[in-house]
């Protein structure tokens, strides 16, 4: 029903910057959106979420150098990563849910990106 796809995922050194993008076809109106990320042996963490009326949640890892936002008339969702480190490292995930207030538990959300790879060297 609701397909998303990110995008903006790369290669980086570290303290550099790096925009990811998630793009929402199908019907996608009234959601909130998500940011999760997966490193190699571990468990998927939350990053970052936004309601759709652009209340913004941060995890430990993320505040202060990572920005959410959105564009509710594209359907799109942007984090923007600065100060990047090799802890940063991961596959990074969209997903979507119809919540609207606390919105960092994988559980919430139903709608899954395929995800992005973010490599930071040192």
């Known amino acids: 029903q609701v397909q998303l796809v990110e995008s903006g995922g790369g290669l980086v050194q570290a303290g550099g910057s790096l925009r990811l993008s998630c793009a929402a076809s199908?019907?996608?109106?009234?959601?909130?959106m998500g940011w999760f990320r997966q490193a190699p042996g571990k468990e998927r963490e939350f990053v970052a979420a936004?309601?759709?009326?652009?209340?913004?949640y941060y995890g430990d890892s993320a505040k202060g150098r990572f920005t959410i936002s959105r564009d509710n008339a594209k359907n799109t969702v942007y984090v923007q990563m600065d100060s990047l480190q090799p802890a940063d490292t991961a596959v990074y995930y969209c997903?979507?849910?119809?919540?609207?207030?606390?919105?960092?538990?994988?559980?919430?959300?139903?709608?899954w990106g395929q995800g992005t790879q973010v490599t930071v060297s040192s």
């Open positions: 997903a979507a849910t119809s919540d609207v207030a606390r919105l960092s538990s994988l559980g919430q959300y139903d709608v």
């Open positions: 936004i309601s759709w009326s652009s209340v913004t």
């Open positions: 199908g019907r996608a109106v009234s959601l909130s």
